[in-house]
């Protein structure tokens, strides 16, 4: 079975600043990561995924996530961030093979202007 | 082309009454997924139907079943309700399942139970 723990409940930033949301995963077979983001009253939509290859992955509205498989993480990026980054994000891992995933708990970024 | 839609979008039910949710799929997708989400526990799989089959299962009880129609339609129903029921149902689709294949969510469905 696989686990995901996202590190931070909750990050403030400002509006044009550069944001890191954390993510590590414990799996005992290989795995595909996902990030998700949740905007208020609506449903999930997938930001990024890895599969396989590159480790350094881009996904949608300017955000980027880095595989690091000796640290188990799969941390989120985003260099300048806008009020409407302003959501839930949620990290998720599946077994190699399977896109059913496994979600954390979510991290609630908060852009401030 | 028109996302996935859930219906309804609110609820509101009294403990021990049943309840039936509706997810249409993307058209052409036949695989419907359905997730709980709660403050307490978060995102959770709850099943997965392909082609009318349940292919996957997530560790709910028995009160919390599905079916899925040839038109690839789907439908939730939970029996008995409890107050820990009250959640956002959210409902995804993916044309097979492939994982190069992207999974895409409707807006929910948010169930109170009083």
């Known amino acids: 079975a696989q686990s995901v723990t996202q590190l931070d409940s909750q990050v403030p930033v400002f509006e044009e600043a550069p944001v890191e949301l954390r993510c590590n995963y414990s799996s005992s077979v290989s795995v595909y990561l996902f990030w998700y983001v949740q905007y208020p009253n609506q449903g999930l939509q997938l930001l990024l995924k890895y599969l396989s290859g590159s480790t350094l992955v881009k996904g949608i509205n300017g955000f980027e996530a880095e595989f690091n498989k000796s640290q188990t993480s799969f941390h989120l990026r985003k260099p300048s961030v806008h009020i409407s980054d302003t959501a839930e994000y949620f990290c998720?891992?599946?077994?190699?093979?399977?896109?059913?995933?496994?979600f954390g708990r979510g991290t609630s970024l908060i852009v401030h202007p | 082309k028109a996302g996935v839609t859930q219906t309804p979008r609110y609820l509101i039910k009294t403990r021990g009454q049943q309840v039936t949710l509706s997810c249409s799929p993307i058209?052409?997708?036949?695989?419907v997924s359905w997730y709980q989400q709660t403050p307490g526990q978060g995102l959770q799989f709850l099943f997965e139907?392909?082609?009318?089959?349940?292919?996957n299962k997530g560790n709910f009880p028995g009160r919390f079943s599905g079916r899925q129609f040839s038109n690839s339609r789907s439908e939730m129903n939970v029996s008995t309700l409890e107050l820990g029921d009250s959640a956002l149902y959210l409902c995804?689709?993916?044309?097979?399942?492939?994982?190069?294949?992207?999974?895409?969510f409707g807006p929910g469905t948010r169930l109170l139970v009083l």
């Open positions: 058209s052409g997708h036949r695989s």
């Open positions: 995804a689709s993916i044309r097979t399942g492939g994982v190069q294949e992207t999974q895409y």
């Open positions: 139907y392909f082609s009318e089959t349940q292919r």
């Open positions: 998720a891992v599946s077994e190699r093979g399977s896109y059913i995933p496994t």
